[in-house]
């Protein structure tokens, strides 16, 4: 299963982001959305799981949990804006993986047995960081993820 990741889009929708999802069974939207079409267009493509991120406001924005979990056949996977908000330990609740944004900071990396993915943003740039996005390859057990610079 393929899951595409995207974050931090702050009322930005690249074409270079759609091209790069198309093909996701089902799409992660990680927070700081800004506006609500987005998350239609991104509907368009397969279902779409998403958080609100801290710059994600209005009655839209209040209808969107400040996290989510999504199973994946046999993985769990937790979605959260900003890693500073996680409390406990993720597998403790039975997560393998944690997906979240706010950072614009795109990584990989797993501890402790929970992969930690943040696909960066792929809104406006902030900084010297990547527009970027990400994927989820989910076989069984086994996870893969990575992030992939869109410009």
Excluded: C
């Excluded at 931090?8 to 506006?35: F, K, N, W």
């Excluded at 994946?72 to 039975?94: C, E, M, N």
């Excluded at 930690?116 to 943003?121: E, Q, T």
């Amino acid at each position: 299963m393929r899951i595409g990741l995207i974050s931090d889009t702050h009322g930005v929708l690249r074409p270079e982001a759609l091209a790069y999802l198309e093909g996701s069974e089902r799409i992660i939207h990680a927070g700081d959305i800004m506006d609500p079409e987005i998350l239609v267009r991104l509907g368009r493509i397969a279902p779409v799981t998403a958080v609100r991120g801290n710059n994600d406001f209005g009655s839209w924005a209040e209808r969107i949990p400040e996290t989510a979990v999504l199973r994946a056949g046999a993985v769990s996977i937790f979605v959260v804006h900003d890693l500073a908000t996680l409390k406990g330990s993720p597998r403790d609740g039975g997560h393998r993986v944690v997906v979240a944004g706010h950072s614009h900071k795109p990584r990989v990396e797993e501890s402790e047995g929970v992969l930690f993915v943040n696909p960066g943003s792929a809104g406006p740039r902030r900084f010297s960081l990547p527009i970027s996005a990400g994927e989820l390859l989910v076989h069984g057990t086994q996870v893969n993820a990575r992030w992939t610079a869109l410009l």
